[in-house]
Protein backbone atom coordinates (compact mmCIF):
# COMPACT_ATOMS: atom_id res chain seq x y z
CA UNK A 1 0.00 0.00 0.00
CA UNK A 2 2.73 2.61 0.78
CA UNK A 3 3.18 3.49 -2.75
CA UNK A 4 -0.26 4.60 -3.28
CA UNK A 5 0.46 6.91 0.22
CA UNK A 6 0.21 10.60 0.37
CA UNK A 7 3.44 10.44 2.41
CA UNK A 8 5.05 8.38 0.05
CA UNK A 9 4.22 10.31 -2.88
CA UNK A 10 4.94 13.70 -1.00
CA UNK A 11 8.94 11.80 -0.62
CA UNK A 12 9.08 11.16 -4.59
CA UNK A 13 8.46 14.75 -5.42
CA UNK A 14 10.99 17.99 -5.25
CA UNK A 15 10.18 21.18 -4.11
CA UNK A 16 10.17 22.47 -7.78
CA UNK A 17 7.61 19.13 -8.94
CA UNK A 18 4.22 20.03 -9.66
CA UNK A 19 1.45 17.95 -7.93
CA UNK A 20 -0.36 14.85 -9.76
CA UNK A 21 -3.31 16.38 -11.15
CA UNK A 22 -5.64 13.92 -9.51
CA UNK A 23 -4.69 16.32 -6.28
CA UNK A 24 -5.52 19.29 -8.00
CA UNK A 25 -9.09 21.04 -6.43
CA UNK A 26 -11.24 22.60 -8.71
CA UNK A 27 -10.07 26.57 -9.35
CA UNK A 28 -13.42 27.32 -6.53
CA UNK A 29 -11.58 25.32 -3.94
CA UNK A 30 -7.93 26.15 -4.26
CA UNK A 31 -6.78 27.84 -1.38
CA UNK A 32 -4.49 30.09 -2.83
CA UNK A 33 -7.33 31.55 -4.28
CA UNK A 34 -10.11 31.30 -2.16
CA UNK A 35 -8.75 32.18 0.80
CA UNK A 36 -9.20 35.95 2.60
CA UNK A 37 -6.31 37.66 2.86
CA UNK A 38 -7.42 40.73 4.39
CA UNK A 39 -5.27 43.29 7.17
CA UNK A 40 -7.80 41.68 9.76
CA UNK A 41 -9.43 38.35 9.43
CA UNK A 42 -12.18 37.18 11.91
CA UNK A 43 -11.11 35.10 15.22
CA UNK A 44 -13.10 32.64 16.62
CA UNK A 45 -13.65 33.00 19.99
CA UNK A 46 -11.82 32.27 22.89
CA UNK A 47 -12.70 30.41 26.24
CA UNK A 48 -10.36 30.60 28.72
CA UNK A 49 -11.33 28.42 31.55
CA UNK A 50 -8.67 29.63 34.40
CA UNK A 51 -10.10 33.32 33.36
CA UNK A 52 -13.79 32.48 33.87
CA UNK A 53 -16.00 31.22 36.58
CA UNK A 54 -18.87 28.64 35.99
CA UNK A 55 -21.36 30.77 34.92
CA UNK A 56 -19.30 32.81 32.61
CA UNK A 57 -17.75 29.64 31.09
CA UNK A 58 -20.93 28.35 30.27
CA UNK A 59 -22.16 31.74 28.48
CA UNK A 60 -19.13 31.96 26.58
CA UNK A 61 -19.28 28.36 25.37
CA UNK A 62 -22.86 28.72 24.15
CA UNK A 63 -22.31 31.49 22.77
CA UNK A 64 -19.29 30.08 20.92
CA UNK A 65 -21.67 26.99 19.73
CA UNK A 66 -24.30 29.34 18.50
CA UNK A 67 -22.52 32.08 16.74
CA UNK A 68 -19.49 30.28 15.37
CA UNK A 69 -19.46 26.28 15.77
CA UNK A 70 -16.25 26.40 17.01
CA UNK A 71 -14.19 27.73 19.84
CA UNK A 72 -10.66 27.66 21.38
CA UNK A 73 -10.27 26.03 25.06
CA UNK A 74 -7.30 26.92 26.69
CA UNK A 75 -6.19 26.44 30.16
CA UNK A 76 -8.18 23.23 30.12
CA UNK A 77 -6.23 21.42 32.81
CA UNK A 78 -5.00 18.27 30.69
CA UNK A 79 -0.97 19.11 31.07
CA UNK A 80 1.58 20.47 28.55
CA UNK A 81 3.89 16.85 29.06
CA UNK A 82 0.65 14.78 28.43
CA UNK A 83 -0.24 16.74 25.27
CA UNK A 84 3.65 16.47 24.22
CA UNK A 85 3.82 12.87 24.92
CA UNK A 86 0.91 12.36 22.96
CA UNK A 87 2.19 14.28 20.02
CA UNK A 88 5.28 12.55 19.96
CA UNK A 89 4.10 8.91 19.65
CA UNK A 90 2.13 9.83 16.68
CA UNK A 91 4.70 11.81 14.94
CA UNK A 92 6.83 8.83 15.55
CA UNK A 93 4.51 6.09 14.27
CA UNK A 94 4.32 8.15 10.95
CA UNK A 95 7.72 8.42 10.75
CA UNK A 96 8.20 4.50 10.63
CA UNK A 97 8.80 2.44 8.00
CA UNK A 98 6.12 1.70 5.63
CA UNK A 99 6.08 -1.94 6.28
CA UNK A 100 5.38 -1.27 10.19
CA UNK A 101 2.83 0.94 9.31
CA UNK A 102 1.06 -1.21 7.31
CA UNK A 103 0.36 -3.82 10.08
CA UNK A 104 -2.38 -1.62 11.32
CA UNK A 105 -4.07 -1.17 7.94
CA UNK A 106 -7.88 -0.33 7.14
CA UNK A 107 -9.77 -3.44 6.32
CA UNK A 108 -12.41 -2.18 4.06
CA UNK A 109 -14.15 -5.17 4.43
CA UNK A 110 -14.84 -5.20 8.81
CA UNK A 111 -17.08 -2.45 8.45
CA UNK A 112 -15.20 -0.29 10.68
CA UNK A 113 -13.12 2.88 9.78
CA UNK A 114 -10.32 2.31 12.02
CA UNK A 115 -6.39 1.60 11.31
CA UNK A 116 -3.95 2.69 9.30
CA UNK A 117 -4.57 4.53 5.84
CA UNK A 118 -4.77 7.39 3.24
CA UNK A 119 -7.28 9.95 2.25
CA UNK A 120 -6.22 8.67 -1.96
CA UNK A 121 -9.88 7.98 -2.79
CA UNK A 122 -11.58 10.24 -5.12
CA UNK A 123 -14.14 12.49 -4.46
CA UNK A 124 -17.35 13.30 -6.71
CA UNK A 125 -15.29 15.30 -8.78
CA UNK A 126 -12.33 13.02 -9.50
CA UNK A 127 -10.00 14.97 -6.94
CA UNK A 128 -8.07 13.61 -3.99
CA UNK A 129 -6.99 15.15 -0.75
CA UNK A 130 -3.05 15.30 0.28
CA UNK A 131 -3.28 13.25 3.67
CA UNK A 132 -2.79 9.97 5.26
CA UNK A 133 -4.19 9.23 8.50
CA UNK A 134 -4.65 6.84 11.57
CA UNK A 135 -8.29 6.22 13.29
CA UNK A 136 -8.86 4.57 16.56
CA UNK A 137 -11.75 3.89 19.47
CA UNK A 138 -10.00 5.33 22.56
CA UNK A 139 -13.06 5.68 24.75
CA UNK A 140 -15.35 3.81 26.34
CA UNK A 141 -12.79 0.62 27.41
CA UNK A 142 -14.95 -1.87 26.39
CA UNK A 143 -14.94 -0.63 22.82
CA UNK A 144 -11.41 -0.40 22.65
CA UNK A 145 -9.90 -2.92 19.74
CA UNK A 146 -6.22 -2.51 20.87
CA UNK A 147 -5.20 -4.32 17.09
CA UNK A 148 -5.44 -1.52 15.79
CA UNK A 149 -3.40 0.42 17.95
CA UNK A 150 0.72 0.77 17.08
CA UNK A 151 3.08 -0.91 18.55
CA UNK A 152 5.44 0.99 17.68
CA UNK A 153 6.70 3.54 19.55
CA UNK A 154 6.91 1.29 22.45
CA UNK A 155 5.18 3.85 24.83
CA UNK A 156 2.22 4.76 22.15
CA UNK A 157 -0.97 3.16 24.03
CA UNK A 158 0.51 4.78 27.51
CA UNK A 159 0.64 8.46 26.11
CA UNK A 160 -3.22 7.99 24.38
CA UNK A 161 -4.50 6.30 27.22
CA UNK A 162 -3.00 9.15 29.28
CA UNK A 163 -4.20 11.67 26.94
CA UNK A 164 -7.82 10.10 26.91
CA UNK A 165 -8.05 9.80 31.23
CA UNK A 166 -8.01 13.59 31.35
CA UNK A 167 -10.09 14.79 27.94
CA UNK A 168 -12.79 12.55 29.13
CA UNK A 169 -12.94 15.29 31.84
CA UNK A 170 -13.08 18.13 29.36
CA UNK A 171 -15.37 16.16 27.27
CA UNK A 172 -17.81 16.62 30.37
CA UNK A 173 -17.72 19.79 31.16
CA UNK A 174 -18.47 21.14 27.74
CA UNK A 175 -21.37 18.88 27.25
CA UNK A 176 -22.46 20.67 30.56
CA UNK A 177 -21.60 24.10 29.60
CA UNK A 178 -23.85 23.41 26.02
CA UNK A 179 -27.13 21.71 27.83
CA UNK A 180 -26.70 24.12 30.49
CA UNK A 181 -26.65 26.67 27.30
CA UNK A 182 -29.60 25.71 26.45
CA UNK A 183 -31.65 26.18 29.15
CA UNK A 184 -31.38 22.32 30.09
CA UNK A 185 -30.43 19.86 33.05
CA UNK A 186 -26.64 19.25 32.70
CA UNK A 187 -26.48 16.30 31.40
CA UNK A 188 -28.86 16.16 28.33
CA UNK A 189 -26.80 16.95 25.74
CA UNK A 190 -24.01 13.98 26.76
CA UNK A 191 -27.45 11.76 27.28
CA UNK A 192 -28.71 12.52 23.33
CA UNK A 193 -25.12 11.37 22.37
CA UNK A 194 -25.66 7.88 24.56
CA UNK A 195 -24.47 8.78 27.55
CA UNK A 196 -21.73 6.62 29.29
CA UNK A 197 -21.66 4.71 25.76
CA UNK A 198 -20.64 7.54 23.91
CA UNK A 199 -17.62 6.48 21.57
CA UNK A 200 -14.85 8.51 21.39
CA UNK A 201 -12.80 8.03 17.82
CA UNK A 202 -9.55 9.31 17.75
CA UNK A 203 -7.74 10.12 14.00
CA UNK A 204 -4.27 11.29 13.49
CA UNK A 205 -3.93 13.37 10.70
CA UNK A 206 -0.59 13.51 8.80
CA UNK A 207 -0.11 15.86 5.93
CA UNK A 208 3.33 15.38 4.25
CA UNK A 209 4.83 18.65 2.47
CA UNK A 210 3.38 19.77 -0.93
CA UNK A 211 5.16 21.37 -3.44
CA UNK A 212 2.07 23.45 -4.21
CA UNK A 213 0.05 24.00 -1.50
CA UNK A 214 -2.37 26.77 -2.95
CA UNK A 215 -3.90 23.78 -5.34
CA UNK A 216 -4.90 21.16 -2.96
CA UNK A 217 -6.79 20.36 -0.21
CA UNK A 218 -5.63 18.30 3.06
CA UNK A 219 -9.27 17.59 4.13
CA UNK A 220 -11.59 19.56 1.38
CA UNK A 221 -14.56 21.55 3.26
CA UNK A 222 -17.70 19.66 5.53
CA UNK A 223 -18.97 19.34 9.03
CA UNK A 224 -18.23 16.78 11.26
CA UNK A 225 -20.51 14.24 11.55
CA UNK A 226 -20.11 13.82 15.17
CA UNK A 227 -21.72 15.95 18.59
CA UNK A 228 -18.30 17.59 19.01
CA UNK A 229 -15.01 17.12 17.69
CA UNK A 230 -11.64 18.16 20.40
CA UNK A 231 -9.02 19.15 17.71
CA UNK A 232 -5.21 19.07 18.45
CA UNK A 233 -3.27 20.44 16.26
CA UNK A 234 0.61 20.86 15.99
CA UNK A 235 2.20 24.72 15.34
CA UNK A 236 1.37 24.16 11.43
CA UNK A 237 -1.22 26.41 10.07
CA UNK A 238 -3.48 24.84 8.01
CA UNK A 239 -6.92 25.03 9.16
CA UNK A 240 -9.58 27.22 7.67
CA UNK A 241 -13.23 28.26 8.90
CA UNK A 242 -16.06 29.73 6.23
CA UNK A 243 -17.16 32.94 7.15
CA UNK A 244 -20.12 34.59 5.28
CA UNK A 245 -18.73 37.93 5.34
CA UNK A 246 -15.33 36.83 4.41
CA UNK A 247 -15.28 33.75 3.40
CA UNK A 248 -12.18 30.99 3.77
CA UNK A 249 -9.96 32.33 6.30
CA UNK A 250 -7.26 30.37 8.62
CA UNK A 251 -7.79 29.90 12.29
CA UNK A 252 -4.78 31.50 14.19
CA UNK A 253 -4.12 28.53 16.51
CA UNK A 254 -3.02 29.39 20.15
CA UNK A 255 -0.28 26.79 20.74
CA UNK A 256 -1.37 24.62 23.19
CA UNK A 257 -5.22 24.94 22.94
CA UNK A 258 -7.93 22.43 22.26
CA UNK A 259 -10.13 23.55 18.92
CA UNK A 260 -13.84 22.56 19.77
CA UNK A 261 -15.77 22.09 16.79
CA UNK A 262 -19.80 21.51 17.29
CA UNK A 263 -20.63 19.19 15.32
CA UNK A 264 -24.24 17.88 12.88
CA UNK A 265 -25.55 15.72 16.34
CA UNK A 266 -25.48 18.37 18.53
CA UNK A 267 -26.74 20.77 15.62
CA UNK A 268 -29.65 18.04 15.69
CA UNK A 269 -30.17 17.71 19.05
CA UNK A 270 -30.34 21.89 19.73
CA UNK A 271 -32.50 21.90 16.69
CA UNK A 272 -30.38 24.10 15.14
CA UNK A 273 -29.67 26.42 18.31
CA UNK A 274 -25.66 25.61 17.75
CA UNK A 275 -24.34 24.92 14.69
CA UNK A 276 -21.74 22.86 13.30
CA UNK A 277 -18.97 24.76 11.86
CA UNK A 278 -17.82 24.43 8.11
CA UNK A 279 -13.88 23.76 7.87
CA UNK A 280 -11.28 22.69 5.42
CA UNK A 281 -7.38 21.95 5.94
CA UNK A 282 -4.91 23.58 3.41
CA UNK A 283 -1.15 22.18 4.06
CA UNK A 284 2.37 23.48 3.69
CA UNK A 285 4.73 23.52 0.99
CA UNK A 286 7.82 22.90 3.96
CA UNK A 287 6.58 21.67 7.00
CA UNK A 288 4.41 18.32 8.04
CA UNK A 289 0.91 18.97 9.45
CA UNK A 290 0.06 16.89 11.65
CA UNK A 291 -3.44 17.43 13.70
CA UNK A 292 -5.42 14.77 16.68
CA UNK A 293 -8.82 15.25 16.38
CA UNK A 294 -11.12 13.26 18.75
CA UNK A 295 -14.86 12.75 17.26
CA UNK A 296 -17.58 12.04 20.38
CA UNK A 297 -20.11 10.24 18.78
CA UNK A 298 -23.26 8.46 19.24
CA UNK A 299 -22.71 4.20 19.54
CA UNK A 300 -24.05 3.33 15.94
CA UNK A 301 -27.74 2.07 17.10
CA UNK A 302 -28.19 5.65 19.35
CA UNK A 303 -31.69 7.02 17.74
CA UNK A 304 -30.57 10.58 17.62
CA UNK A 305 -32.98 13.78 16.91
CA UNK A 306 -33.90 17.09 18.14
CA UNK A 307 -34.12 17.30 22.42
CA UNK A 308 -37.73 17.17 23.06
CA UNK A 309 -37.08 20.31 25.52
CA UNK A 310 -36.70 22.08 22.38
CA UNK A 311 -39.38 21.42 20.42
CA UNK A 312 -42.64 23.54 20.20
CA UNK A 313 -45.71 24.64 18.22
CA UNK A 314 -43.02 28.19 18.04
CA UNK A 315 -40.12 26.36 17.25
CA UNK A 316 -40.77 22.88 15.35
CA UNK A 317 -38.50 20.27 14.49
CA UNK A 318 -35.78 21.27 11.90
CA UNK A 319 -34.05 17.71 11.85
CA UNK A 320 -35.53 14.09 11.45
CA UNK A 321 -34.29 11.69 14.49
CA UNK A 322 -32.82 8.68 12.88
CA UNK A 323 -29.98 6.27 14.13
CA UNK A 324 -26.64 7.32 14.28
CA UNK A 325 -25.65 4.30 11.71
CA UNK A 326 -28.07 6.02 8.97
CA UNK A 327 -27.36 9.37 9.36
CA UNK A 328 -23.66 8.72 8.90
CA UNK A 329 -24.72 6.26 5.80
CA UNK A 330 -26.56 9.01 4.20
CA UNK A 331 -23.70 11.72 4.78
CA UNK A 332 -21.16 9.51 3.46
CA UNK A 333 -22.77 8.79 0.44
CA UNK A 334 -24.03 12.09 -0.54
CA UNK A 335 -27.26 11.02 0.21
CA UNK A 336 -30.28 13.36 1.48
CA UNK A 337 -30.93 12.80 4.99
Not at 304 to 325: H, I, M, N, R, Y
Request: proline share 8%.
Amino acid sequence: MHQGTVQAISSMLRSQDAVPPEFVRTADEQPGATTYRGVQPPAIPVVDLAAMDHAQAVDAIAAAARDWGMFQLVNHGIPAEVVAHLQRVGREFFELPPEKKEVRLQDPKSGSIEGYGTQISKDLNGKKAWGDFLFHIVWPPSRINHDYWPRQPSSYREANEDYTKHLVGVIDKIMESLSLGLGLDKGAIKEGLGGEDMVLMQKINYYPPCPQPELVLGVVAHTDMSGITILLPNDVPGLQVFNDDVGWFEVDYISGALIIHIGDQIEILSNGKYKGVLHRVTVNKEKVRLSWPVFCEPPADKVVGPLPQLVTDESPAKFKTKKFKDYQYCKLNKLPQ
